[in-house]
């Protein structure tokens, strides 16, 4: 996925956090998937005229007369930033606050992260949250919800020296040739691993913490119900959400799952790499 950015919302590479920089390139793209521009002033959202229809902390999505907004605010302060999509989202306008904005590129989690949701649904692409592990041009998807362990997974894998980590907090899903491919983000968790490569995806394995390494075959029931508490479908917007549920139900579909009872050590990776031959 391609995202150009209007120059006001894209400063020197140097002011970007560095998970950043590997997916950062300079000049235009032809086939850019959506262009973030700055709005102009005189479109600019206000407190006194939102309306909310859907809140999730730190954002909200609601309505400025007949237009569909989003705000981003932290806490109970006013909003720092404003975004208006078009209605594929490959148009974006952006208003960072003059006074409350952050004081660095505003394009950052969880703003981007928000805004591309929509981009990559209407592109039948889907944001999970997961650790993606990379080996032999092959990937594993290890879905979980913060706390479940996808972190210290992430640290056991890297100890072992095999393969890479895509991310160990973000990945998005896409389809390919091969099927679905897994694809790094910008959007690290603990562990800061955040790859922009990408590789077909070979099984999805649920963790669980447990006294002895095992992999259990799952049912696509099972699978469904645990997958959609880790990915990002967009239920406030019924036609996105019909949309992002088809990518779900291709990745079930095609996808074998299993429960991976694990122990915290590095031996875990003995237990996956036949899934990845």
């Not at 109970?76 to 974006?92: G, M």
Request: aromatic letters at 8%; one cysteine or more.
């Amino acid at each position: 996925m391609a995202i150009e950015l209007d120059q006001p919302l894209c400063p020197v590479f140097s002011a970007w956090p560095e998970v950043y920089h590997s997916f950062l390139r300079r000049g235009s793209d032809p086939q850019v998937d959506a262009r973030f521009l700055q709005g102009a002033d005189a479109l600019r959202p206000t407190e006194s005229r939102f309306t909310v229809t859907y809140a999730a902390g730190a954002w909200q999505a609601g309505r400025v007369a007949n237009r569909e907004v989003f705000r981003f605010s932290a806490g109970d302060l006013p909003a720092y930033l404003w975004a208006e999509p078009n209605a594929d989202y490959s148009r974006v306008e952006v208003w960072p606050d003059p006074v409350h904005g952050r004081p660095m590129p505003p394009l950052l989690h969880p703003v981007d992260r928000v805004l591309c949701m929509g981009v990559l649904v209407h592109r039948r692409r889907l944001m999970v949250h997961a650790c993606g592990w990379l080996h032999n041009g092959r990937t594993l998807l290890f879905p979980g919800v913060s706390g479940a362990g996808k972190t210290t997974i992430c640290n056991q894998i890297m100890a072992a020296g095999q393969g890479a980590i895509l991310s160990d907090d973000r990945v998005v899903l896409r389809e390919s040739a091969d099927g679905l491919a897994a694809c790094g983000t910008p959007w690290p968790g603990d562990a800061k691993q955040a790859r922009n490569e990408s590789a077909p995806l070979r099984a999805i394995c649920f963790i669980e913490k447990a006294a002895e390494n095992r992999l259990t075959p799952i049912t696509p029931m099972e699978a469904l119900r645990r997958i959609f508490e880790t990915a990002s479908v967009p239920w406030f917007k019924p036609d996105m959400r019909d949309t992002a549920l088809l990518v779900v139900e291709r990745l079930i579909q095609t996808t074998p799952a299993y429960r991976l009872d694990w122990r915290p050590d590095p031996g875990v990776v003995d237990c996956l790499l036949p899934l990845l031959q």
